[in-house]
């Protein structure tokens, strides 16, 4: 397979600063088929390159990795149900200030309709006094934007709450669970939450305010500051061991049992909420929802179907799938580099979306989808390469 294109729009990416490298790997349900590690792990070409091994920060990829089918795990062997309220599973202490809490089912924290709010804000997190009480205190204390069911909103302490859900059935830790019932039984030895190799091989996110480099450390400020294992983000893995658990959710697939039996269902749009492209977990491609203002599924490409599901990481991942094609398709990258907000969002967007274009074309893909293309000026390497092209 000819990689040149793919070559050539990962270095435009890396020149107009979207992401210093990255990683991007696809296959079927026998395995994988399209590999393409690019860039260093930072702007200084002295820094390691990029390898297809290289440990990323999944951050929110968590959700759908390790979170997600941990609740299908629970759903399968029958100890937890997705219409049960959560207060049959969560302490008093987390509905306090708000008693409409206790309508949340545990389909409204994975569909993202429970009325939570998003997150912990930055302001209370970078306080120099903030503990890990507090945060506790403030999502415990936090009261929903709107009655469950009504609406769709995003939310980390939806899927924080998930953890604890895990943690109360189980009996233990998450990352424990996680490892035992998820990764284990699929292979996934390089997925952990507490990464014990070189840290040379993991590829660093961002410099905190104080000038530290996070580097094997949780990139999420919420998770980094609650220490243990939480349901919405913290997963350290590479491209290979996401597309085995990737691959897990083809049709005709080996895979542990509870996902083959329920890959249906969770990867559906949820239809809680009129309009939503959310699925239990992840979401879907769409660009029908009303609570959506630009299109938050660029990373999926043009040419995976309208009918896929995937997911993003805040970091710069993303991971898509597809059923009807027997295709996924998991772009790692560390677009947080040096600092979040050093390039536009919507460079970053464009050229994830870019490579994930070029790479559906190198497969062979054709039709497109209904989601926009993404615009932007390309750079003159890249209109050179077209004009030749043409």
């Known amino acids: ?59 929110s990829l968590t959700k759908v990795i390790a979170t997600t089918p941990a609740i299908m795990y629970l759903i399968y062997n029958k100890q937890l149900n997705l219409h049960d309220p959560i207060k049959k599973y969560l302490p008093d202490i987390w509905f306090i200030n708000d008693s409409k809490k206790c309508e949340i089912e545990v389909i409204d ?8 709010i998003s997150c912990c804000p930055l302001e209370i997190l970078n306080n120099k006094d903030i503990t890990q009480d507090k945060v506790w205190q403030f999502i415990y204390s936090s009261k929903l934007l709107f009655p469950p069911k009504t609406n769709t909103l995003y939310s980390d302490i939806g899927f924080i709450m998930l953890g604890k859900i895990i943690e109360t ?29 070189s840290i040379s091989k993991i590829v660093p996110t961002e410099f ?40 897990s959710w083809l049709k005709n697939s080996s895979s542990i049992e509870c996902i083959e039996k329920l890959a249906g269902k969770f990867a559906k749009k949820a239809q809680i909420v009129e309009n939503s492209t959310r699925a239990l977990g992840w979401d879907t491609v769409s660009i029908k929802n009303k609570n959506y203002s630009s299109n938050l599924q660029f990373s999926a490409g043009n040419y995976i179907n309208s009918e896929a599901f995937g997911h993003t990481g805040f970091v710069g991942n993303s991971l898509w799938i597809s059923r009807e094609y027997n295709r996924y398709i998991v772009l790692l990258t560390n677009q947080v580099y ?23 074309e190198l497969l062979g893909y054709k039709e497109l989808n209904n989601l926009p293309k993404l615009s932007r000026e390309k750079t003159s390497a890249f209109k050179n390469y077209i004009i030749k092209k043409q």
């Open 169 to 197: 059935i189980s009996g233990i830790f998450l990352d424990e669970f996680v490892e035992q019932h998820i990764f284990s039984p699929l292979k996934m030895y390089n997925s952990t939450y507490k990464p014990k190799c």
């Open 208 to 247: 905190t305010n104080n000038g530290m480099l996070l580097q094997g450390v949780v990139h999420d400020e919420c998770a980094r500051i609650i220490k243990t294992p939480c349901g919405h983000t913290g997963v350290f893995s590479n491209a290979s061991d996401i597309a085995k658990y990737a691959q």
């Open 1 to 59: 397979m000819d990689l040149k294109l793919l070559n050539l729009v990962a270095q435009n990416a890396i020149e107009e600063k979207a992401f210093p490298g990255g990683v991007l790997i696809s296959g079927d349900n026998k395995g994988i088929d399209l590999e393409f590690a690019f860039g260093n792990h930072t702007y200084d070409l002295s820094s390691p390159k990029t390898q297809i091994d290289n440990y990323f920060d999944l951050a």
């Open 338 to 360: 040096p600092k979040r907000d050093n390039t536009l969002l919507k460079v970053k967007h464009y050229w994830r979306n870019k490579l994930n274009n070029v790479a559906w």
């Open 109 to 116: 924290l994975l569909a993202h309709c429970s009325g939570l």
